[in-house]
């Protein structure tokens, strides 16, 4: 297997299981060269605790780039999560723009809302500067209340095949190529991702279990960029993607004390003897 570079931006949330603690560990799995690029450091994510100090590192980003430019330090792939700034995507943007190298791959998780509601620290003009991001990307992996936000159509808690093509085609309209729209649930034991690339539509469908998991997303998506970095198309890194996160899940259900985040590392053999190396 080729040996990728990766550059990861998004946030340290110190305790939590999320963003970079979460994906470095799994790209590296992957046998990826993981670059990161911290967008702010909190004290944990933001999602059930309150009182998390934070410290946003927009501020650094300018400078970070201008030096890997002269050191001509150049990606496979970037990918972004939880952003610290509105004014941090214009930055991230550049990146994508001017580090990329042959064969270069970009991959946005709008990383920003949930469950019909924007996380706390976000609002609508966040939403439009992260439009920009997501409709200049390669690939997205946006959940349904992202896309939501994204597109403008209305957030429902339940909806039918006709209203997930709805949302993939206004992402199209606005500009993205691949979108991989997580969380599609169409029954009560099961639910999948919805893969829109240049083949067409196709979901994903596995078993959904009984209690939802912080931290998911950002397994999800790193899991996804691992996976297809290391050579799996789109729908297949998607569906490798699903399986990994479904045992990570399965791994955390039954310690109640352990809601904050998904016990993705002693899973990590599974993973990567799903990436065939
Ligand atoms: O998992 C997404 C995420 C990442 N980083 C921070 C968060 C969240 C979700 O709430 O709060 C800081």
Redesign the pocket.
Known sequence: MEYKRVLTV??I?CF?Q??LT?ALPILSAAGHETVILPS?V?S?????FTG?T?RDLTEDMPAITAHWKKEKIAFDAIYT??LGSAEQIAYVLDMIRTLGRTGFVSVVDP?MA?NGKL???FDEAFVEEMKKLVFAADISVPNITEACFLTGIPYRESYDRAYIDSLLTAMKQNGAKTVVLTGVTFSDKTTGVMVMDENGVRYYEHIKLPRGS?????VYASAFVGALLAGKSCFDAAAVAADYTVKCIENTVDDPDHWYGVKFEPVLPYYISRLDH
């Open positions: 998004q946030d949330s939590g999320c963003s979460v702010a909190l944990t994510h933001t999602a059930g998390f934070v999560g939880y990383a949930d996380y706390p620290a912080h931290g998911t997303g950002d």
